[in-house]
């Protein structure tokens, strides 16, 4: 090619380039130097939360599609609608310039993975000797346990896919970060209304975007836990019942919840009663996980009460703070002078709205009101001798929990019912019949802490429970007493009576009753509830009158009820009680020094006879 022919070529080649160039260039719009055709169509769009917003992160941070045409059928190639699942997380919100690392620790987290329940459902169903090791939900199979799991619990995890648009609302399960961190205002929902009213011809698109934001109410924990646990329900005061929505009417002392359950009112907890939300005490490190994977929720869990209400201070100054405290200290306006953030004693996290001064004052500031809270140490008679060591501060101030005293399940070819871990409808169905729903103090057991601890901790009947008509055997009949532990979140300020423990059959374990101590030193117990036919145990107990179980009675290895020789111990305090006022000065000694207390017995004094 001659040079001229050869340059010609070349300036025509570049006149093309530049004019399909300007082309694409001119119907681009300019946000911070950067092109975004999103705007083109959704350049209205309003109600962003700053750190979200399209000026700062663009439209495809969050949407993915492509950005760099306004051609609508090119923009939307490759888009996520509903971004925030965690089938597209690390793509979306876990990306490498925004929450890089997040995604993966909410995938081994336990709201994710429900290990915990997994095991114990598997070991009710006698698939598993023992309620240990560590699963997925997503790898549920068709066994008896995993498809009764399918049936009535699977929905309940963040993996759970996020399909319609809308606030979270009570029947709200899954959708990866948008669980805690959307939110929709009244405008947005009412905008979202009238478009999915609107017909296909007159689409009205919403002008209000709903937030991402860190606005984490109590409403975003409700729809998983205000089942199981009943956590939610219990922290504000409600307590769930066998009524039926007709019987309640019109009567404020209940509650019908969205998905038809009636509860009905009772004291909530004294957190709530501060205005303290769930992100008050739950950290980020373990509410979203802290990369590791943990077979039950007690080991995921990292606050605990001392944290807060501890005579020592554990702390930590800004500067000592990890990455992600100190960001959302900042982006919570949490820093404050001549303080230090008090940190867990499980790992040492920081709780980054519970403060020391500098006169060793502790306080916490509430998330959402910025509300501040006086942290105040434990009385006396918490700490002081020994007669209270064992015990976990909710032993004492968890004011009542839901008892339910039997289930039946059984298995229905011919019933109606939902996949909920592959989100479809299905014929041949589990069904659970509860019965004989009660309120009343937890019972009390024995959880080993480590090695060489073991505390007195908080228990509801877990599973006392008969499986029948099984899917895949539907011959085999299943009967389980199983308690489980519990942190009820009913906790209240004065603790319990000493009478309340120690002459109360229902803590320790023989079911809901009468204790009676008679004048010849023998305690007699009468049940309320019959004895049930298979193991001939009152219908709400955990063990019998002066006998045990061992720890297959419980959904835990570690914990187990209360041994014969820790009854007799319980009951000798009993039997003092029916004489000597707890605030006598008697009862006061025996705090400190039980036994030496004992060596000073009054010769009118009725020890009990155990043979």
Not at 319 to 329: G, Y
Not at 339 to 363: C, G, H, M, Q, R
Not at 447 to 473: A, C, H, W, Y
């Amino acid at each position: 090619m001659r040079p001229i022919f050869k340059n010609s070529f070349l300036i025509l080649l570049s006149l093309v380039l530049v004019y399909f160039l300007a082309q694409f260039l001119a119907d681009k719009v300019l946000v911070k130097s950067s092109f975004n055709g999103c705007i083109d169509c959704h350049g209205e769009m309003e109600g962003f939360s700053v750190s979200h917003h399209p000026d700062i992160i663009g439209c495809e941070s969050c949407h993915l599609g492509n950005s760099f045409t306004s051609n609508k059928d090119f923009a939307h190639k490759g888009m996520i609608i509903i971004p925030g699942n965690l089938s597209d997380a690390e793509r979306t919100c876990g990306a490498k310039n925004c929450h890089s690392g997040i995604s993966q620790r909410i995938t081994k987290s336990l709201m994710n993975t429900m290990s915990g329940v997994i095991s114990v459902n598997r070991f009710a169903f006698d698939e598993l000797k023992k309620p240990v090791g560590m699963f997925k939900v997503k790898d549920l199979t068709q066994s008896n346990a995993d498809n009764h799991f399918r049936n009535l619990c699977a929905s309940c995890h963040l993996g759970n896919e996020k399909i319609e648009f809308g606030p979270i609302t009570e029947l709200s399960r899954g959708g990866g970060c948008n669980a805690c961190h959307l939110n929709y205002s009244d405008e947005a929902s009412e905008q979202l209304i009238d478009y999915q009213k609107s017909t296909d011809e007159e689409k009205i698109l919403p002008k209000i975007h709903p937030q991402l934001s860190l606005n984490i109410s109590n409403d975003h924990c409700f729809g998983c836990h205000a089942r199981s646990g009943r956590i939610s329900t219990n922290y504000e005061g409600w307590f769930e019942t066998l009524l039926s929505e007709d019987e309640v009417e019109d009567n404020s002392n209940y509650r019908v919840l969205m998905d038809g359950r009636v509860f009905q009112k009772n004291k909530d907890d004294v957190h709530h009663q501060a205005g303290m939300e769930c992100i008050d005490c739950h950290v980020s490190m373990e509410v979203m996980g802290d990369g590791n994977s943990y077979e039950h929720m007690e080991e995921q869990v990292r606050v605990q009460c001392e944290d807060c209400h501890s005579q020592e201070t554990r702390s930590v100054s800004y500067d000592e703070l990890d990455f992600e405290s100190k960001k959302i200290v900042d982006l919570r306006k949490l820093r404050m002078e001549n303080t230090k953030f008090l940190v867990t004693d499980k790992s040492n996290i920081p709780i980054i709205n519970a403060f020391v001064n500098s006169l060793n004052e502790k306080y916490l500031v509430t998330k959402a009101s910025k509300t501040r809270l006086r942290l105040k140490p434990p009385v006396a008679i918490c700490v002081e001798g020994k007669a209270h060591e064992r015990l976990s501060c909710s032993s004492c101030h968890t004011e009542w929990v839901s008892h339910c005293a039997g289930c039946h399940t059984e298995y229905d070819p011919k019933l109606e019912g939902y996949d909920l871990l592959d989100n479809k409808e299905i014929v041949g169905s589990w069904n659970e019949t509860p019965s004989d729903f009660y309120v009343d103090y937890p019972v009390l057991g024995v959880r080993k802490k480590n090695i060489s601890k073991e505390i007195i901790d908080t228990f509801i009947p877990g599973m006392v429970l008969t499986i029948e008509k099984m899917k895949n055997d539907p011959n085999k009949k299943i009967f389980r007493r199983l308690f489980a532990p519990t942190f009820s979140h009913t906790i209240n300020k004065e603790g319990r009576s000493c009478e309340s423990c120690h002459n109360n059959p229902l803590v320790i374990g023989y079911g809901k009753g009468t204790m009676s101590y008679s004048n010849n030193g023998r305690w007699n117990f009468t049940p309320q509830f019959s004895n049930h036919k298979e193991d001939n145990l009152p219908k709400d107990a955990w063990i019998g009158f002066m006998k045990t179980r061992d720890e297959t009675s419980t959904t835990r290895t570690n914990t187990r009820p209360f041994s014969i020789e820790e009854q007799k111990r319980i009951l000798l305090v009993g039997a003092c009680l029916t004489c000597h006022e707890e605030k006598s000065e008697v009862m006061k000694k025996s705090l400190i020094d039980f036994e030496k207390t004992l060596i000073n017995l009054s010769t009118k004094c009725l020890l009990p006879i155990w043979n």
